[in-house]
T-cell receptor
Framework: DAKTTQPNSMESNEEEPVHLPCNHSTISGTDYIHWYRQLPSQGPEYVIHGLTSNVNNRMASLAIAEDRKSSTLILHRATLRDAAVYYCILRAPNSGGSNYKLTFGKGTLLTVNP | KAGVTQTPRYLIKTRGQQVTLSCSPISGHRSVSWYQQTPGQGLQFLFEYFSETQRNKGNFPGRFSGRQFSNSRSEMNVSTLELGDSALYLC????????????FGPGTRLTVT
């Protein structure tokens, strides 16, 4: 399975933008890049996903490098509620078929300072 | 719209017993996936059901099984419980199969003693 590499932790200040990096140098052409986050004592929460082009939604923006070997999740103005573990995941096809699954890594623990 | 619900939220079982966990997806969602989360291994995919059929399976022993009913509700069963099965079991639903945008429930915390 193609793997992702993320920093173990990052810190940000409230109201400031946050750029969360993810490396996926072995990504294949059919892999989508998904981001989820997990707040303390909760299940993961979908944030955003993309394939090649940059994507925006109400929660965040996803910037994908031209060679697709890395991507960045951008929180435009961090709030205390954004403190969570952020997972960058490749939606990769399961071997032997066209079914897809999500393989979660360790993620990045984002701390937001007031 | 109600979110994904999982029951029970907490469970304590003894080694060798079996357990059944339940998941009700978001209304209209036909895909249900199950994950196991532990401090050591993180989040690991167990299986996905779509329209009552298992579509995808992770690398777990046969003691872990599941099913999905015609109303899309899903159950997960673990037989012959081992201490290492202690974990948070998360259920996620989505409109389409294949790990598209998934919505997770709060999980069931299983402790095996």
């Amino acid at each position: 399975d193609a793997k992702t590499t993320q920093p173990n932790s990052m810190e940000s200040n409230e109201e400031e933008p946050v750029h969360l990096p993810c490396n996926h140098s072995t990504i294949s052409g059919t892999d989508y890049i998904h981001w989820y986050r997990q707040l303390p004592s909760q299940g993961p929460e979908y944030v955003i996903h993309g394939l090649t082009s940059n994507v925006n939604n109400r929660m965040a923006s996803l910037a994908i490098a031209e060679d697709r070997k890395s991507s960045t999740l951008i929180l435009h103005r961090a709030t205390l509620r954004d403190a969570a573990v952020y997972y960058c995941i490749l939606r990769a096809p399961n071997s032997g078929g066209s079914n897809y699954k999500l393989t979660f890594g360790k993620g990045t623990l984002l701390t937001v300072n007031p | 719209k109600a979110g994904v619900t999982q029951t029970p939220r907490y469970l304590i079982k003894t080694r060798g017993q079996q357990v059944t966990l339940s998941c009700s997806p978001i209304s209209g969602h036909r895909s249900v996936s199950w994950y196991q989360q532990t401090p050591g291994q993180g989040l690991q995919f167990l299986f996905e059901y779509f329209s009552e059929t298992q579509r995808n399976k992770g690398n777990f022993p046969g003691r872990f099984s599941g099913r999905q009913f015609s109303n899309s509700r899903s159950e997960m069963n673990v037989s012959t419980l081992e201490l290492g099965d202690s974990a948070l079991y998360l259920c996620a639903s989505s409109f389409r199969a294949g790990a598209y945008e998934q919505y997770f429930g709060p999980g069931t915390r299983l402790t095996v003693t």
